[in-house]
Structures are given as C-alpha cells and as structure tokens.
C-alpha cells in the first residue's frame, strides 16, 4: 500500500472527534487526576504489593495509566463479564443480569485487591463482583473508580479513590463505549445526540 493512501488527519479533525457535542474531561485533566491517585495509593499501600484487579473492556485504559502511575510494587489482573441487554437499549446502558466469563489468573486469598473501575453507575456490576471476590478471603478489598455517576446509584458501593464525579449522562471515550466504539479516545465527552440509540 502507498502511504499516499494513508489520509493525514489530526485528531482534532478526524470524524471520531466530530461525533462529541461536548467534552467533559480533557486528557490532560484525566492524566493529572490519575497522577494524584497513583500517588496517593503508592503510599497508602507501601509494603503491601497490591493486586488491581480490573474488568475487561472498558477499564483497559484508565487500567494502563493507572499502573504506570503508582511506584511501589503491584500487580494486575482482569476478569470479564457478559451482561444481557434488555431489548432495545443500548450496550452501554444495558441492565441486565451479569455473568463471569474470564476469571482471575492470580490467587486473592490474603492479598490486598483494589478493585478497578472505568465508572460506576447504578453499581449493581460492582456489588455483584465484589461479593464474588470477598468470597476468596482477601486481606483487603478497596474500589478505585476513575468515573462515579453517584446520583444513579441503587446499591451502596464504598468508594475508597475516585477520579472524578460524572453527570448522570452518557458518556463515551477513555474506555467507555458506545456500541463498543469510541472507547480509544482520550478524553470523555457527550456523543451528540442525534447518534445515540441508531436502530
Ligand atoms: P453499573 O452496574 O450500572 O454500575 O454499570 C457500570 C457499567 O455500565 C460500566 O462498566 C460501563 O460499561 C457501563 N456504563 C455506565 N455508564 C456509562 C456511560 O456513560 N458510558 C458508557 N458506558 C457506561
Ligand atoms: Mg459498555
């Protein structure tokens, strides 16, 4: 192939970031949140070679950052999960029953978890993923959510380290999807609306 045909646009330009009315939280803004928190878990947890566990896909990102943020010994692993959408609702919004189709490679038992999250909704996902872990005894079990749309919560969910509080809206970017796109883009912002619920 020529590079010819490779078309030269800027990220500013190209059609992904046409498709976001407004953006909420910048790279830089999500980057300089994410070096607070891993400082802040560094030293919380010194000595103790945490394990982060997180959920496949959408926290991949914040996931990666999050690791190369913090500057003691850790460790990470990834679960999956499948949810049904109910009928007619978007992937994204989808509230149906949760079930675990990856599991951890590493052992929980007596190790310090912190549970990694892209955002916490209504955080019925959260509690049902919890309550598996804590089965497996671990010495401590702590929440770190880069996004927390607190004003949709149906179950308590302690929160230990949060990013940044989100408007109960549907967002996309920086891990969260629409229809599994737009999860690449580095910042988060509101798709415009005309291209949210496409039959
Ligand atoms: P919860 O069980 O309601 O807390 O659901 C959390 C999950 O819903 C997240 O892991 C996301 O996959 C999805 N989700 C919630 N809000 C958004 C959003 O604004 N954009 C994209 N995905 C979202
Ligand atoms: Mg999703």
């Known amino acids: 192939m020529q590079a010819s045909s490779f078309p030269s646009q ?3 330009s190209n059609g992904l970031t046409r498709d976001i009315s407004r953006v909420l939280f910048t ?3 999500i980057q300089q949140r994410i070096g607070e928190l891993g400082r802040q878990i560094s030293s919380d947890y010194a000595g103790l070679n945490p394990l982060f566990v997180g959920v496949l896909k959408g926290v991949v990102f914040f996931m990666s950052d999050l690791m190369r943020a913090i500057t003691i010994p850790a460790r990470m692993d990834f679960i999956a999960i499948s949810r049904y959408a109910p009928q007619g609702q978007p ?3 989808a509230k149906g029953p949760v079930r675990l189709i990856k599991d951890l490679e590493e052992t929980v038992d007596r190790q310090h978890v912190i549970f990694v999250e892209d955002v916490i909704d209504t955080g ?3 509690n049902y993923l919890l309550r598996i872990l804590k089965t497996r005894s671990p010495a401590s079990l702590e929440v770190c959510a880069m996004f927390d749309k607190k ?3 149906l179950v308590d969910t302690p929160v230990r380290y949060r990013g940044f509080d989100l408007p109960s809206r549907f967002v996309v ?3 969260l ?3 599994e ?3 690449h883009l580095p910042f988060v912002g509101e798709l415009r609306p005309e291209l949210l619920n496409l039959a």
């Open 10 to 12: 800027s990220n500013e």
């Open 27 to 29: 790279q830089e803004e």
């Open 91 to 93: 992937h994204g919004q």
């Open 124 to 126: 019925l996902t959260l």
């Open 151 to 153: 004003e949709h919560r």
């Open 173 to 175: 970017g920086y891990g």
């Open 177 to 179: 999807d629409y229809r």
């Open 181 to 183: 796109g737009y999860r």
